[in-house]
């Protein structure tokens, strides 16, 4: 756990409760968590904080100015380092188009699959 | 023959002619809308379908140009520049659609469809013009495949709605279980976590299918590999496998087949192998015309032996009540080593009231 640390987990998630309980994970397996509820927040915590930044855990539904898919592009763009891990309620949705490396976790997850899932990119 | 040039003025002379009669009797009948055209598409003969569909003076059609009809509105250019294509036979028009405008109308979609006429003995061209009005077909097209997205759509934001939904609750019983003291309790809380995993691996399963019907073979095997994955701490020691036919069933009918699975998995992972006993759970599922048989076999412990071990838990009474509902009974088996549970619906003994055999 400790040397994950100083990872910072940003998790972006509309629904506030899905959020919080995600970053209260995450919490608990030692990282320090970053939220953000829209695209919009999601860029402007990645211009600020980028470089602290390991893994962006998002839903692929985010609300804002951008589609996910296209977030989840930028986001990579900006931050050449981060693991992208993409959730998302449509069970159709697969890792297809999404930016390289990127991991897909279907909802309902497992949080503590969820937890791993971050734990093996932030060691990639 | 009349040559073509003569043909109008001498339509009377024509009267003669019954193989020309016939024809132009044929197309004036014709249900379907359609025009007799020469060469330089001028009008031979119209059907009176056509001039009713289009409002057009039967007595002011033949001998005209195409492009005069009614108030020119048939004077399209990439029309007749097709028509004269198919004149000189270099193409066919098939299926070709067009706008007509009417002033005082609204626009029609024509499907429109011209063919030159072969026949021998005659070197004048000939070519027959058929007009289908699509106007209706087509909007109700459009409105049909609005109304599909609209549904799509809206079935969409349902599946999200329940996804969140259920991962709201499965992350809060996890989140308990890490953090209660009481080994039962984690315990219950961890079933807890996997029934709505189960549930929510269905939602998954029906969302991919598109359909209201669930092909049990994958969703066995991902409900398996979601079980697995949290409630069974060393996958090597012990393994948890499926074995399901080509069976399809009801969305409602697979959910009730999938907690039943879900509970009797828990149970034999509960009491089948304490101490990390290793072994193997295996899930069957057969049927036969409208019987099938569920089975899911361990090869444990066995039975608890004495009555006080064997206090009926919640897994017991959601299991009686699923196989009710299922029309189903339920047989225990001692399969020395280990137990096999069994619930079994037959066509004869469908009535719940018969009650599990054991």
């Known amino acids: ?124 | 023959m009349v040559k073509g040039k003569f043909f109008m003025a001498a339509a009377e002379r024509a009267k003669s002619d019954v193989a020309l009669n016939l024809t132009l009797a044929v197309i004036a009948s014709s249900s379907a809308p359609l025009l007799l055209l020469d060469g330089d598409l001028q009008v031979l003969a119209a059907s009176a379908s056509f001039c009713r569909a289009f409002e057009i003076k039967p007595d002011d059609v033949t001998g005209r140009q195409l492009v005069e009809l009614g108030a020119g509105e048939w004077n399209v250019p990439q029309l007749q520049s097709l028509l004269k294509a198919t004149a000189s036979g270099v193409a066919r028009i098939e299926a070709y659609e067009m706008d007509l405008n009417r002033v005082g109308h609204d626009g029609r979609r024509l499907l429109l469809n011209a063919q030159r006429l072969d026949y021998a003995g005659d070197d004048e061209t000939r070519l027959i013009l058929t007009v289908t009005d699509v106007t209706e077909a087509r909007l109700e097209k459009k409105l049909k495949d609005e109304l599909i997205l609209k549904n799509a759509n809206l079935l969409q934001e349902l599946q999200h709605r329940v996804a969140n939904s259920l991962q709201i609750i499965a992350s809060i019983l996890l989140q308990s279980a890490r953090r209660v003291q009481s080994d039962e309790t984690r315990s219950h809380l961890h079933a807890a976590h996997q029934r709505v995993m189960s549930v929510g691996a269905l939602q998954r399963q029906l969302a991919i299918s598109s359909e209201d019907d669930v092909h049990l073979r994958p969703y066995f095997k991902e409900l398996c590999e979601t079980i697995g994955a949290s409630m069974i701490r060393d996958p090597n020691i012990l393994k948890l496998e499926t074995e399901c036919d080509d069976s399809v069933v009801r969305a409602d009918v697979s959910l009730s087949l999938g907690l039943v699975v879900t509970e009797l998995v828990i149970n034999a992972l509960k009491h089948g192998f304490p101490d990390d006993r290793a072994g193997r759970i295996k899930v069957f599922y057969h049927s036969e015309g409208n019987d099938w048989r569920l089975s899911v076999a361990d090869d444990g412990v066995g039975m608890p032996t004495h009555k006080d071990n064997a206090r009926p838990g919640l897994g017991t009474s959601i299991i009686k009540a699923l196989s009710a509902q299922l029309r189903a009974s339920i047989i225990i088996e001692d399969a020395g080593p280990g137990t096999v549970i069994s619930l079994v619906h037959t066509q004869a003994a469908k009535a719940p009231s018969l009650g599990p055999a054991a």
Request: net charge negative; glycine share 8%.
């Open chain 1, 1 to 124: 756990m400790d040397m994950h640390s100083r990872n910072i987990v940003l998790v972006a998630e509309a629904q506030g409760l899905v959020r919080g309980i995600a970053a209260d994970v995450l919490n608990d397996h030692g990282y320090e968590v970053l939220e953000a509820d829209c695209t919009e927040e999601v860029l402007s915590i990645l211009a600020e904080r980028g470089d602290d930044i390991r893994v962006l855990f998002a839903d692929i539904s985010l609300p804002g100015s951008m589609d996910g898919l296209t977030l989840a592009h930028t986001a990579r763009r900006i931050c050449p380092w981060i693991g992208l891990l993409i959730t998302s309620g449509n069970a159709r949705m697969s890792v297809a188009g999404l930016p390289e490396g990127s991991r897909f976790l279907a909802k309902v997850y497992d949080v503590a699959d969820m937890a791993s899932h971050v734990g093996a990119l932030t060691t990639a």
